[in-house]
């Protein structure tokens, strides 16, 4: 069973259409960008053999997660 989540919708939409010369597409997922600009941060924590790089990914998620959460409340 999938579980459906709030992936904050798209970061960098594009709208297509034949006269703007563009083709559509919905761009990255928000949570997915908030996650990628986390990693710097926890990558910082690989200096402890103690931490794997499922860890750092793990929590570059349940930070984007946090960002979104947040997101709802203060909208």
Known sequence: M???FND????????G???SGLHAHPG???????AGQ????FALDMTDP????GD????????????LKAREIHQ
């Open 8 to 15: 904050g919708g798209p970061a960098f939409p594009a709208e």
């Open 56 to 67: 750092v990914a793990s929590n570059a998620y349940k930070l984007a997660d946090a960002m």
């Open 38 to 41: 986390s990693l710097a941060a």
């Open 28 to 34: 990255m997922a928000l949570r997915d960008w908030f």
């Open 17 to 19: 259409g034949a006269e």
């Open 2 to 4: 999938n579980m459906i």
């Open 50 to 53: 103690g931490i794997t790089f």
